[in-house]
């Protein structure tokens, strides 16, 4: 039967059961629906399993595991392929003939198949028969598009192969990967869930390795200093790290926070389909594999207590944003602006990171750019101001309508530094009423009031703070600077000194705490729907965009 193109793209599990429900098919159907996708499956192994482990394990005949894949594939269009436990030499082989009569022999392009090469129960249960290997390595892996094998089924694999090794370092899992990717595969993932790492040693591969790419998750990148003034602890908590390698020559380490849980039941099962959902939806590799990493580490966040241990939650972890953006802790305090800065990476690098920002440190911005700028903010903060005042009037209670008057305050205190800074430039209070006010002003400030007037106070929030805690970052991204050897940003003798110690001083940096603590309690509050955070997203884009233009203007003036 031809397969609709309006419908959910067709994966199918080969696996073993899990009578609990946390591993093995039921996990992998549970991740295909939540990526969007319909689950076939194809019952390799039955386990009598719970949540503290297997206790026994029931082979299908390969025959029959043969004629439910004749099913499946005769009736259904199918994406992608992920094959989970297979148990022993005959069903492994059963999985290959099947495969290789299907497609290799008919010359027909086979699906993407992602092989998790279970082997042993987190309990200590043989899931893989040793004579299994020989099936595995030579037949299966070469039909692969990836192998995503863990610490322990790695080092099995390897030894399997004729390369003894205790993989015990990042070092360790890049030779692995190198060395298993001879085994045929397209590519190879190794886990490093059972390797604790740090950002040292992290760092230590990067610098070592500048070929490799590195994809940071839930992890502080650039331009987030703001985030960082008083949570030390992210520079020396325990990390994750995964290894993939491809055939073709990429090399990517992802890098994500180690989460202190036992809800680590099915993850492997989950990752893998999730990988193969994203295949089946059109992503490339890298981006799947990246995906379904940070799907699985949102799963582990978000577990819930089942059985007599934490585990995964399956059927509520595309819940999108909802437990993640409350789990703050000393290694992410501010979960929710990391992620809107780190999805808007690059405007906001710019922004931070503009010519005029460098100039300004090196103290060489013409005057002339300057006192543009100057001028402009000073309009703009009557637009920065009332939008303020519409956040109070929208506020429901006194915190709010507090917090909202204190910036307003202090909106007013920085008005008295331009003031000041314009008076040294001869530039008096009534030239600077008078001055004409730019195309750029114009258009941020009328977006800024435009927001406050749709009625979303959320969105206003994210319109407001994108100014606020971007400036608060230009302070202390010129502060760290300035404290590196031979430091490029001179303070003495700056005669824009002034300005770079208002943004990185105390009375700022504490508007900017209040700031984040605002975006905070409001995801917290209320999570957004991914449609929901994409719109507030884009406010905060758009508005980082309108600072960057104001800076454009500044230095466009000759």
């Not at 297997?54 to 004749?70: E, G, R, Y």
């Not at 953006?325 to 992410?332: E, K, L």
Request: charged share 20%; proline share 4%; glycine share 8%.
């Amino acid at each position: 039967m031809p397969q609709s193109k309006n419908m959910s793209p067709i994966v199918l599990t080969i696996a073993g059961t899990d009578s609990s429900g946390g591993a093995g098919i039921q996990a992998d159907l549970k991740t295909f629906a939540a990526h969007g996708c319909y689950g076939a499956s194809v019952v390799a192994a039955l386990t009598a399993q719970n949540t503290t482990g297997v206790q026994d394990v029931l082979p299908v005949p390969a025959a029959f595991v043969q004629k439910q894949m004749d099913s499946v594939f005769d009736d259904l269009e199918v994406k992608a392929i992920k094959t989970g436990m297979l148990f022993d030499a005959s069903i492994t082989k059963g999985v290959v003939e099947s495969l290789k009569t299907r497609f290799t022999d008919k010359g027909v392009a086979q699906p993407p198949l992602i092989c998790d090469p279970v082997c042993v129960s987190t309990s200590g249960h043989t899931l893989l028969q040793e004579h299994a290997l020989e099936e595995m390595t030579s037949g299966l892996f070469p039909l692969a598009t990836l192998i995503t094998p863990n610490k322990s089924e790695a080092e099995l694999l390897l030894k399997y192969s004729g390369t003894t090794m205790e993989i015990t370092s990042l070092e360790d899992m890049l030779t692995s990967a190198e060395k298993l990717l001879s085994l045929g595969s397209k590519a190879v993932l190794v886990k490093g869930g059972h390797l604790e790492s740090t950002m040292d040693d992290v760092t230590r591969i990067w610098e070592a390795h500048p070929e490799i790419r590195a994809i940071k998750q839930g992890l502080f990148d650039d331009n987030m200093e703001i985030l960082l003034v008083g949570h030390p602890k992210y520079r020396t908590g325990p990390l994750v790290v995964d290894v993939l390698f491809s055939q073709g020559g990429e090399k990517v380490v992802l890098t994500r926070p180690k989460i202190n849980s036992s809800s680590t039941h099915g993850t492997g099962c989950t990752l893998s389909s999730a990988i193969a959902s994203e295949l089946a939806r059109g992503a490339s590799l890298t981006d799947a594999v990246e995906c379904a990493t940070a799907y699985t580490h949102r799963g582990i966040l978000a577990a819930e207590a089942i059985g007599s241990m934490l585990t995964l939650h399956l059927t509520t972890i595309y819940i999108p944003l909802a437990d993640y953006t409350t789990r703050r802790s000393s290694t992410d305090p501010y979960p929710f602006t990391r992620m809107l800065i780190a999805r808007t990476s690059q405007i906001w690098k710019q922004y931070v990171e503009h010519e005029f920002v460098k100039q300004l440190g090196k103290g060489v911005l013409n005057r002339t750019n300057f006192i543009y700028f100057i001028k402009q903010d000073y309009l703009y903060l009557k637009y920065y101001a009332r939008a303020y005042g519409l956040l109070a009037a929208k506020s429901a209670t006194f915190p709010e309508i507090q917090s909202a008057t204190e910036t307003i305050l202090n909106v007013l205190h920085e008005i008295g530094n331009h003031t000041d800074y314009c008076a040294k430039f001869g530039i008096s209070k009534q030239e600077l009423e008078s001055t004409p006010e730019a195309t750029s002003t114009t258009a941020y400030g009328a977006y800024l009031i435009d927001v406050g007037l749709q009625g979303d106070v959320a969105k206003l929030v994210m319109a407001a703070m994108a100014c606020l805690l971007g400036y608060g970052e230009v302070g202390l991204w010129l502060k760290k600077e300035s404290q590196r050897p031979n430091s490029w940003v001179v303070m003495e003798g700056n005669p824009y000194k002034q300005w770079m110690d208002e943004y990185s001083g105390e009375m700022y940096q504490n508007a900017v705490r209040t700031g984040l603590e605002t975006i905070e309690k409001l995801a917290a509050a209320d999570p957004p729907s991914l449609v929901r955070f994409e719109e507030w997203r884009t406010v905060w884009e758009r508005c980082t965009r309108l600072e960057k233009g104001f800076w454009d203007a500044a230095m466009n003036l000759n």
